[in-house]
């Protein structure tokens, strides 16, 4: 959690913040899933002694969630870049509205 606290006080003061700590947050809410994942896996092997099958498939669904996760995450943020440049370019919120006037 420090670093998170660290990383955000070293952002800018300027109308990108938002955006930046949007995606920093994302991260975090991910970095800690992993964590408590981990922490799952370890009492589900060392004290309730579940097989090794189970702890790989739980391993394999939250590695693809978060990998999706991020995914989802990148392209939210370049969808949003791409229809604030629109915006100031054109006057439009997005690509379909450019389309339209066209």
């Known amino acids: 959690m420090s670093i998170r606290m660290t990383a955000d006080s070293h952002l800018p003061s300027v109308g990108y913040q ?3 700590q949007r995606i920093l947050n994302e991260w975090f809410v991910i970095l800690m ?3 408590l994942e981990g922490m799952l896996v370890f ?4 004290y ?5 099958s189970y702890t790989k498939a739980l391993d394999w669904i939250t590695a693809l969630s978060a990998f ?3 995914m ?5 943020y370049y969808r949003s870049k791409r229809n604030a440049r ?3 370019n054109y006057g439009f919120n ?7 006037s066209l």
């Open 94 to 100: 997005t690509e379909k509205e450019r389309k339209k």
């Open 86 to 88: 629109n915006q100031l």
């Open 72 to 76: 989802s995450t990148v392209s939210a």
């Open 18 to 20: 938002i955006r930046l």
């Open 33 to 35: 899933m992993l964590l």
């Open 43 to 46: 009492v589900m092997r060392t």
């Open 48 to 52: 309730l002694e579940i097989d090794e």
């Open 68 to 70: 999706g996760h991020n």
